[in-house]
């Protein structure tokens, strides 16, 4: 309603007052008598009506849950039967991806203007920022900070199921999933160098080999499919926010291991053919040390606080 209409409805109750008024002017002791009737009436009748009237009770405003809380809570209820190899239900997933595609970086209290993610000029290989939101038995929440050429190498995730939700930035991702129709006597010739330490490799075939820009949807890995080993690398300044369900954990047998990875073509190979067209789509890979030049830092997370109820 404007103030135009507004004014026109007080001036016109204040009219009717005033016209009430001057037609009670006849009798001024009987409209004395009668107000100060009307005043005891009034006084009595409203402590009355106070009397009776229950008291307002006022409820008290909905309490804002924020993003993270959300993904934790949400986390709580997806994992809470977690464990080596076991994978939530379809419409879990589904609940959690839902979730996570609605984070943004401020909901987790980040911008691209910090400053672990600036390129360093004093070191051959970037840091990486792990910012670590929480961890239990049944998951973990952490999120990966980038700077420009900063790579997470090639490694694995045995037996747990996980959830890569990019915040902001360009990354490429590279991603394999064993080959488990290899011939059992099946071997490849590695190189020399690497012959001593691990002389094993494995066939695994290529599940993703692209970039991903910011705003895009979270992506899913399973204990066996959708490319459990990954290698992350920034084309910019990027953060990735990471659930895993079951975390790692070495005394149950979830560690992580680190990988080379060699094109199909490069090693010789006893009785696995594949197609010209195909070859492409498959790699080696071959165990190996956590990579010297790999510096991964913590730093506290900054974001919203976390409610474990």
């Given at each position: 309603m404007g103030r135009a209409a507004l004014a026109d409805i007080k001036g016109k109750d204040f009219s009717e007052l005033a016209k009430e008024t001057k037609t009670n002017t006849e009798d001024t002791n009987k409209v004395s008598n009668t107000n100060k009737n009307r005043s005891t009436t009034t006084s009595d009748s409203s402590?009355?009506?106070?009397?009776?009237?229950?008291?307002?009770?006022?409820?008290?405003?909905?309490?804002?849950?924020?993003?993270?809380?959300?993904?934790?809570?949400?986390?709580?209820?997806?994992?809470?039967?977690?464990?080596?190899?076991?994978?939530?239900?379809?419409?879990?997933?589904?609940?959690?991806?839902?979730?996570?595609?609605?984070?943004?970086?401020?909901?987790?209290?980040?911008?691209?203007?910090?400053?672990?993610?600036?390129?360093?000029?004093?070191?051959?290989?970037?840091?990486?920022?792990?910012?670590?939101?929480?961890?239990?038995?049944?998951?973990?929440?952490?999120?990966?900070?980038?700077?420009?050429?900063?790579?997470?190498?090639?490694?694995?995730h045995p037996g747990m199921t996980v959830f890569s939700k990019l915040l902001f930035g360009t990354m490429h991702i590279k991603s394999y999933d064993w080959v488990v129709d290899v011939p059992s006597?099946?071997?490849?010739?590695?190189p020399p160098s690497q012959t001593v330490q691990h002389p094993e490799v494995r066939l695994a075939k290529v599940k993703v080999d692209s970039d991903f820009t910011a705003p895009c949807n979270a992506s899913i890995l399973y204990p066996a499919d959708g490319g459990n080993m990954h290698c992350f690398t920034a084309v910019t300044a990027c953060a990735v926010l990471d659930v895993l369900g079951p975390p790692y954990s070495d005394p149950e047998g979830r560690h992580c291991t680190y990988y080379f990875d060699y094109p199909f073509t490069k090693l010789s190979v006893d009785e696995i053919t594949v197609a010209e067209e195909e070859k492409d789509k498959y790699a080696w890979l071959q165990e190996r040390e956590k990579p010297e030049d790999l510096a991964v830092v913590g730093a506290p997370y900054t974001g919203p606080e976390i409610v474990e109820n």
């Open positions: 402590r009355k009506k106070s009397r009776r009237r229950p008291k307002k009770t006022t409820m008290p405003a909905a309490v804002m849950v924020s993003p993270v809380q959300r993904l934790f809570d949400t986390c709580k209820d997806v994992f809470a039967l977690a464990g080596t190899g076991i994978v939530p239900t379809p419409d879990k997933i589904e609940q959690l991806r839902a979730v996570l595609d609605q984070i943004q970086p401020a909901d987790v209290g980040l911008t691209p203007q910090m400053p672990f993610f600036s390129l360093p000029v004093t070191r051959r290989a970037p840091p990486i920022t792990y910012l670590h939101i929480h961890e239990c038995e049944k998951f973990s929440m952490g999120i990966f900070c980038l700077p420009p050429s900063g790579v997470l190498p090639l490694h694995n006597n099946a071997s490849a010739v590695v």
